[in-house]
């Protein structure tokens, strides 16, 4: 593991706030073990070891049902780990998968038998080298006629340049950690604003309100990145859905407590409706309807 970042929480707190039945991880990794399912050699970091077993074992001591696990980039395009683990859990997990743009038809048939519902597209360059729009558009195109839709990860700063792109694939979007908003900036700057209007005028881009632990100035304190959750919750309380992001890669600042991170739902989403959609609704619909 890259030695300036942190492992995963080994003893997390357990949640105050009880999730109901059937909740959701809608956003979490495994990553190796490397000795089985090795580190893309092209990675731009190198996690620790978090396999399918601890972020099983995380989900039932947090009080949550199933997982939405997504693909990273220490993994590359080679998404053994994620369908080892889908085929583990059955039902009770499903998979978003990063494609090479000359996946075949039948490798994509035996991933979505595994479990896997999704592509995603990764625009943050700390993580990734740039993709062609092109090559998005063609991984788009081979995906449709399984219905899956498309994840994306991208910083604020990204996202008026990307909105044409958006607008062209035809398709459910996903937005990770809401844009990743500079919370310094407060919920009525125009960068934050921007994402609401995309989302208003865009009913097929659903957003994770996920990751204060990134996006906090103040950690381990995450009330700086609460109005900006809570915003997009009460706004489009249809289409949100809530993770973990254990194992919490590239971590330096803190190691985000899990159960903390619960402790936040309540926060954001401060009625039993709007925890039923956002835990358990919203997830249902999209990943296992
Ligand atoms: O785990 C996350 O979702 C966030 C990060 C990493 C990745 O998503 C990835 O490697 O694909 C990050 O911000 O470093």
Redesign the pocket.
């Known amino acids: 593991m890259d030695p300036d970042y942190l492992p995963f929480h080994a003893n997390p707190s357990k949640p105050e706030f009880k999730a109901p039945e059937g909740a959701v991880d809608a956003?979490c990794?495994v990553f190796g073990p490397a000795d089985k399912f090795p580190y893309h050699p092209k990675?731009?970091?190198t996690?620790c070891d978090a396999p399918k077993e601890k972020l099983f074992e995380l989900r039932d001591y947090l009080g949550f049902s199933r997982n939405v696990i997504?693909?990273?980039?220490?993994?590359g395009t080679d998404n053994a780990a994620l369908v080892d683990a889908l085929e583990n859990a059955g039902e009770l997990a499903r998979g978003v998968a990063?494609v090479d743009p000359g996946i075949t038809e039948e490798e994509l048939r035996v991933m979505d038998k595994a479990g896997v519902r999704a592509v995603?597209f990764?625009f943050?360059k700390?993580?990734?080298d740039t993709t062609p729009k092109e090559v998005f558009l063609s991984i788009a195109e081979k995906i449709k006629p399984l219905g899956w839709h498309i994840v994306v990860?991208f910083e604020a700063p990204d996202l008026e340049a990307l909105i044409p792109f958006l607008n062209e694939l035809d398709t459910t979007i996903v937005v990770?950690?809401m844009g990743?908003p500079d919370v310094t900036k407060g919920v009525e700057h125009a960068d934050f604003q921007r994402f609401i209007d995309f989302m208003t005028s865009n009913d097929k881009v659903w957003v994770k309100t996920?990751?204060p632990e990134?996006l906090t100035q103040t950690p381990p304190d995450y009330r700086d990145v609460v109005p900006f959750m809570k915003a997009l919750v009460e706004k489009f309380p249809d289409r949100c859905l809530w993770g973990t992001?254990w194992?919490?890669?590239?971590?330096k600042s803190h190691t985000p407590d899990d159960g903390k991170l619960v402790d936040v739902i309540p926060q954001i989403a401060p009625t039993a409706e709007l925890q039923q959609k956002l835990l358990v609704d919203n997830p249902m619909r999209l990943y296992w309807s």
């Open positions: 956003h990794h990675r731009k970091y996690p997504v693909q990273a980039s220490c993994h990063v995603r990764n943050v700390r993580l990734v990860y990770d950690h990743r996920t990751c990134r992001d194992p919490h890669p590239n971590m």
